[in-house]
């Protein structure tokens, strides 16, 4: 029975920096309408800074957070200005093959660079938890968990609130409504498409702490990102946190329970998302 | 003469909504009937159950006395039952010739390669897009575009023919050539149920007419006649007022 | 008359490759010839990915194919020879792609991508676990043909690309190219013109899967030895994907065009980087798709769907 709860306690709290990454996606397909498959590469990067930071200049990965959103927030932008919005009005084929392309290139790119160790950053707080009653948290997974919530309720607030997040939930719901709002649906393109990649970023900070940093790891993310948005329904930001969660407490239990689950962990992910997506097309009419 | 179709109590909702309600209609063999209404009458939903695009909740279709109402669209093709879409929508990366030889080559299986070519460049000819042959779909006028899309329809050799607003768009002139086109293909021997909002395509064209509100069937008989009645023009003109 | 024009080019490709073993090649025989043999095996690949493509099917499962052949021969060779054994691996990866592709149907464009990549991850993963494929220690295969002959390796991947090409050619030129360009168009729209697009899609499929698989199986026969990570490799599709959409997609002439050049620099670069070559790959995907996005072929002219 404790182990039940403490595998559960363990899941759920993966489940907020899986959110996190999901949302990311899908911003940019119910927003910018675009299957990124570079969508974790920004995760990976935000990953190997943290990792830099740290090994170069003794940097606390809580510093490198900021840095994180600020530099994906960034490239993000330039990604979109100089290869996304060229190819908006080509086929969907053209749009899927050179996020494709770009997340090979940054994936090989990082492997030419660092080698396809896995680094981890170990700040002193690294291995600490807390224990309550007979259970025990990591810090550094529980503040994760805790910054994402953080960070999702601020998403929230800002599409809810302001006159640029409404303009975003208007572009993901309607084409042609935000110019009606005065602003260009180029710059909610850009803005939303630069969110994406800084929510990814901030998210390969916690990972490299928690996980580790290696150049596969953002594809890594991309999928189970992919299994995520599709189980929420595409392109629904509202179902992304369910869904994360969903995911997460049953890889949890698949590598506490199974025999051997630690590989199988990322089958769950494919399994679920193949399912979902050849569920979604049978059932509609 | 026989029926070429019959629909006996068609019904369909989508998500609450019922776009046909227990529709019954025939098509007479020879005949040109047109099925009118106004917007979201239901004629759109009523042509992708027949071609077979989407499924029914209730009723049968009978193609020349054979039930399809579970037949894929392709076999309906292959049955003799052939449809022009009302948005057009051609093949772009193939040539017009291409296009038409697709419905040539797959509408009837078993055709072999030679008869189809032969029937396409007759088809061509009979369309007037003999000299647009080798033009790429994707480059086509407005013009060129509608018959292309009757003539492909035209191509799988339909024994009956769906038609969607094939004349939407065009000039005055330009529909008076595709209603004699349509006459011709009526004399060759295809039976054909069009949908049309110009009421002088349909009173030139329909021998016999087919009034659709709100899913239902709510007059029938020739133009003059369902013109009269005074259902027919509360459907067109009351709620618009 | 257009059909002549190509055949010329595929011809000139096919006898060169079928002589180069016996080309004064020097020094550089042995290194050529192994080029030689990799260019046959992934210009196959692109052209069994091509293939399917063309009905608007973009798979990302090519590894997955070729992982399923490649297991498939390896695992029968050492019982029933190398033919058979190469027979019933492509049979495995014909299986595998009538299962993916009768419950993705009615998936498209991206959303079949996806769902492919889903499957030949999860295929990859049952690999690394399953007990009979040797999981990650690997499985070692037999040369073909009891090793008794150098050049078997190198004409069993020519027989492939020579299949491949074969059927790629006869889907270009007969009407079935009209029935996956239709279906790759328009689904319904081909469908109310009669085109039988379930069967068009499976056999699509089937046909690419079965290529895909040979050169799976011929590929462990050359390397003696397959891992999970290798034989399903995601790289296999990116391979499989970037030679058509550089040589030009929808056609028999670009992949060969687009393998011939690729394959050949990714061998001459390995010389060079051990890891990390698929950079190349991601680099050439985004300037072909960015500035030649009808391929190396498109540049000599207007091609057709």
């Known amino acids: 029975m404790e182990l039940l709860l403490q595998t559960l306690l363990n899941g759920l709290l993966m489940s907020g920096v899986y959110a996190l990454v999901a949302t990311g996606l899908a911003l940019s397909l119910g927003v910018v309408g675009i299957v990124n498959f570079a969508h974790g590469e920004f995760l990976m990067m935000g990953a190997f800074l943290s990792y830099l930071f740290f090994a170069l200049q003794g940097l606390d990965p809580l510093f490198s957070l900021g840095l994180a959103f600020l530099a994906a927030f960034l490239v993000g932008g330039l990604v979109y200005q100089g290869l996304i919005r060229p190819v908006l009005p080509a086929p969907e084929l053209n749009q899927m093959l050179l996020t494709f392309g770009l997340s090979i290139l940054l994936q090989n790119l990082a492997l030419l660079l660092f080698g396809a160790d896995t680094r981890v950053v170990a700040p002193s707080y690294q291995a600490a938890t807390l224990t309550l009653g007979p259970f025990f948290l990591g810090a550094v997974p529980l503040g994760a968990f805790m910054l994402s919530l953080g960070l999702l309720f601020l998403l929230q607030v800002f599409l809810t609130r302001s006159r640029l997040g409404l303009a975003m939930r208007a572009v993901a719901q309607n084409r042609l409504a935000p110019g009606l709002l005065g602003i260009e649906a180029d710059q909610v393109y850009l803005l939303a498409f630069g969110l994406a990649a800084a929510l990814a970023g901030v998210a390969g900070v916690m990972l490299s702490v928690i996980l580790y940093a290696s150049p596969t790891v953002g594809f890594i993310f991309t999928l189970k990102s992919f299994a995520i948005v599709a189980l929420a329904g595409l392109g629904n930001l509202k179902g992304v946190v369910p869904a994360a969660l969903v995911l997460a407490l049953a890889e949890a239990l698949v590598s506490t329970y199974l025999p051997g689950g630690g590989g199988l962990v990322e089958a769950v992910f494919f399994l679920v998302l193949f399912l979902a997506l050849v569920g979604r097309a049978w059932r509609s009419p | ?241 | 008359m257009r059909e002549l024009s190509h055949l010329p080019f595929l011809s000139f490709f096919l006898l060169l490759f079928a002589l180069l073993p016996f080309l004064p090649l020097g020094i550089w025989g042995a290194f050529l010839l192994d080029v030689g043999f990799f260019i046959q095996l992934f210009t196959a690949m692109a052209l069994s990915w091509d293939l399917v493509a063309r009905t608007g099917q973009l798979s990302l499962a090519h590894g997955a194919f070729f992982g399923l052949g490649a297991y498939g021969a390896g695992l029968l060779a050492p019982h029933v020879g190398t033919l058979p054994a190469l027979v019933f691996g492509a049979f495995v990866a014909g299986a595998g792609a009538l299962l993916l592709g009768s419950v993705t149907l009615r998936l498209h464009g991206l959303y079949f991508a996806i769902a492919s990549l889903a499957f030949s991850e999860v295929l990859r993963t049952l690999a690394l676990k399953l007990a009979f494929t040797g999981g990650p220690i690997g499985l070692p295969v037999p040369p073909p043909f009891g090793g008794v002959w150098p050049l078997a390796a190198y004409y069993l991947s020519f027989g492939v690309l020579l299949l491949a090409t074969a059927l790629s050619h006869w889907a270009e030129w007969s009407p079935f190219r009209l029935a996956q360009a239709a279906t790759r168009q328009s689904e319904a729209v081909a469908r109310v013109l009669g085109v039988r697009v379930v069967r068009v899609k499976l056999w699509s499929l089937l046909l690419g899967s079965l290529v895909a698989g040979l050169s799976g199986g011929v590929y462990g026969m050359k390397t003696l030895f397959l891992s999970p990570y290798d034989a399903f490799s995601l790289g296999r599709a990116v391979e499989a994907l970037v030679i058509p959409i550089f040589g030009g997609l929808y056609s028999t002439l670009g992949p060969l065009v687009g393998g011939v050049v690729l394959v050949g620099l990714e061998q001459a670069l390995r010389l060079w980087i051990k890891e990390g070559y698929l950079v190349v790959y991601g680099a050439i995907l985004i300037l072909v798709i960015l500035f030649l996005p009808r391929g190396l072929v498109g540049l000599l002219g207007r091609r057709r769907g």
């Open chain 2, 1 to 241: 003469m026989g029926k070429a179709l019959e629909v006996i109590g068609l019904s369909k909702r989508f998500l609450g909504l019922q776009a046909l309600k227990e529709v019954s209609l025939h098509l007479e063999e020879g005949e040109i009937l047109a099925v009118i209404g106004p917007n979201g009458a239901g004629k759109s939903t009523l042509l992708n159950l027949l071609s077979g695009l989407i499924k029914p909740d209730q009723g049968r279709i009978l193609l020349l006395g054979r039930d399809i109402s579970h037949l894929p669209p392709e076999t309906r093709t292959h049955l003799g039952l052939g449809r022009a879409f009302q948005i057009v929508q051609p093949f772009p990366e193939l040539s017009v010739r291409e296009n038409l030889l697709v419905g040539a080559l797959f509408g009837k299986p078993g055709l072999k390669r030679k008869e189809a070519e032969a029937w396409v460049a007759e088809v061509l000819d009979l369309t007037g897009l003999a000299p647009r042959a080798e033009a790429l779909a994707g480059e086509l006028t407005l013009l060129e575009d509608k018959r292309l899309e009757l003539a492909r329809a035209l191509a799988t050799r339909p024994k009956v023919l769906l038609l969607d607003e094939v004349m939407a768009g065009l000039r005055p002139k330009e529909a008076e050539e595709a209603v004699a086109l349509v006459r011709r293909i009526r004399d060759s021997g295809v039976s054909v149920l069009f949908i049309e909002h110009l009421m002088p395509v349909v009173r030139a064209l329909a021998d016999r007419v087919v009034v659709l509100d709100h899913g239902e069937v709510i007059a029938e008989g020739t133009y003059e006649k369902v013109a009269q009645e005074e259902r027919v023009r509360e459907a067109y003109l009351g709620r618009r007022a």
